[in-house]
Each structure stands twice: as C-alpha cells, then as structure tokens.
C-alpha cells in the first residue's frame, strides 16, 4: 500500500501524555502510511530485558529516561517510520532535540477527563502507581502541554474511533506537506 502522502524521507513521532492513543493509533497510522511502526517502551523494555515499571522501580526515572533517550536516538537513525514516544519523552530536552532534527513531531492533545478514564483500565503505568490518575495527568498536563506544544502538529483527538485521529493527523500531515518536505 502506497502512503496518501507519498514516501516518507521523515520519521513521524507521536507525543502526548499517557492515555492519549500514541500507540494504537500510532499502528494505525503507519498501515495508513505503508511504514512500519515502533513503539520506544517497546525497545527499551527490549534493549533492557525488563518492563518500563521495573526500571522505574529499581533504578529511577532518571535512569529510565536516560536508557530511553538513547533507544529514541537509535530509532531515529532507522529509514522513517511511525514512533510513539513514552509520555515524558518530548520533555526530557536531549530527546526533544533530537526528535525535532530528525523526525516531525505530531503532539496528540487529549483532555484529562478522557486520558484518565483510558489509563484507570490498567496498573501498569509507573507514574500513575497508588494514586488518582486525574489528579496525576492534571499535574502533568501543566508541566508538559507547554512542552508538548513546542511539536511540530498539535491533532485534538477525542472519545471518538482511533481511525478518526488518524484521519485528524493525516489531514494535519497533509496541510504541513504544503510548506515543509516529509
């Protein structure tokens, strides 16, 4: 299958907090797109031979985000794809740097009633451990939407089909086309 945009010299990163849909919808986009897709807590769960909750437990997000920074820089170097990034990883400023020289960043921006009802389904997110999801993403959503909004596309995506965010983002993808080379 061809892309509607067609070939990607760029890879396309998904930002945005827990909950937002970075990697179901991230599958998605890239059958949309005829590339392949990654997910980062994949390859670092992967690179580490441990879960995400694990390396937060024992050694700390600094190590984790450390350990993930290095997984995004290696991705990066691969032909372009679709990536869904972990949620802090737009705000950790080496990561974001190199996502904004070697990728095009796509902020997925979801409201925090939306997310929390999303991430309450599972215990598996170490930030979220023993405490309100709300009152996590909210706090969150104050550090990091300024954060996020420095990403290249800003897609709202609601409580709505994921084929309709990608529908949202190939449309974005499409008006960014116009003026900027993917």
């Known amino acids: 299958m061809s892309s509607p945009l067609g070939p990607l010299t760029r890879t396309i990163a998904l930002v945005g907090l827990m909950g937002a849909g970075k990697s179901s919808v991230g599958r998605r986009l890239s059958v949309a797109l005829g590339v392949p897709f ?6 670092v ?8 909750s694990d390396i937060f437990a024992s050694m700390g997000e600094p190590a984790f985000r450390e350990g993930e920074r ?57 930030l979220l451990r023993d405490k309100d999801p709300r009152e996590v993403l909210e706090a969150l959503a104050k550090v990091r939407h300024p954060i996020y ?34």
Do not use: C, Y
Not at 45 to 52: D, F, Q
């Open 45 to 52: 769960e992967r690179a580490a031979g441990r879960t995400v």
């Open 149 to 182: 909004a420095e990403a290249d596309i800003t897609v709202k995506t609601g409580d709505t089909p994921h084929s309709a965010a990608v529908d949202e983002i190939l449309a974005a993808l499409m008006t960014w086309q116009e003026t900027h080379p993917l």
């Open 70 to 126: 290095r997984v995004i820089a290696r991705l990066l170097d691969e032909p372009p794809h679709i990536l869904a990034t972990g949620g802090g990883a737009f705000i950790n400023e080496e990561t974001r740097q190199l996502i904004k020289e070697k990728a095009l960043s796509v902020w997925l921006k979801a409201d925090i009633d939306l997310l929390a009802r999303r991430v309450g389904r599972k215990d598996t997110r170490p």
């Open 38 to 43: 990654r997910d980062s807590d994949d390859e």
